[in-house]
Nanobody, 123 residues
C-alpha cells in the first residue's frame, strides 16, 4: 500500500514537499515514481527514481524545479517541488513497480502499484 501526503494550496513561486510511504517491505528494490493528473488531462509522469544507482528521471516540464528522492530505510519517497506554477496544479500520485525497464520509468502503464493521490493547487 502506498500513501501520499503533503499536498495543499500554495501561491505561484512557492514550494511543497510530497511524501509517499510504502506500508510493506520490499519497496527498496522497486522503481518508484510520481505522476500527476490535472482535470480533463491524462495522467503524466513527473519524476521517477530507480534502483541500482541510476540518476533520477524528470519530465521536461519540471526539470530544475522538482527533486525526487527516497529513504529506503523508511520505505518513503519524496517529491520536493520548488518554483511552483499554476500549471503544476493536479492530483499527484505515487507509484511503484519492480523489474521496471528504465526506458519506461515515466510511463503510467508500466506501474502496477498506486497510491490514492494528494491534491496540489497553485494559485
Amino acid at each position: 500500500q502506498l500513501v501520499e501526503s503533503g499536498g495543499g494550496s500554495v501561491q505561484p513561486g512557492g514550494s511543497l514537499t510530497l511524501t509517499c510511504v510504502a506500508s510493506e517491505y520490499g519497496y527498496s528494490s522497486y522503481c518508484m515514481g510520481w505522476f500527476r493528473q490535472a482535470p480533463g488531462k491524462e495522467r503524466e509522469g513527473v519524476a521517477a527514481i530507480a534502483t541500482g544507482g541510476h540518476s533520477p528521471y524528470y519530465a521536461d516540464s519540471v526539470k530544475g524545479r522538482f527533486t525526487i528522492s527516497r529513504d529506503t530505510a523508511k520505505n518513503t519517497l519524496y517529491l520536493r517541488m520548488n518554483s511552483l506554477k499554476p500549471e503544476d496544479t493536479a492530483m499527484y500520485y505515487c507509484a511503484a513497480q519492480s523489474g521496471l525497464n528504465i526506458r519506461y520509468v515515466l510511463q503510467e502503464v508500466a506501474y502496477s502499484y498506486w497510491g490514492q493521490g494528494t491534491q496540489v493547487t497553485v494559485s
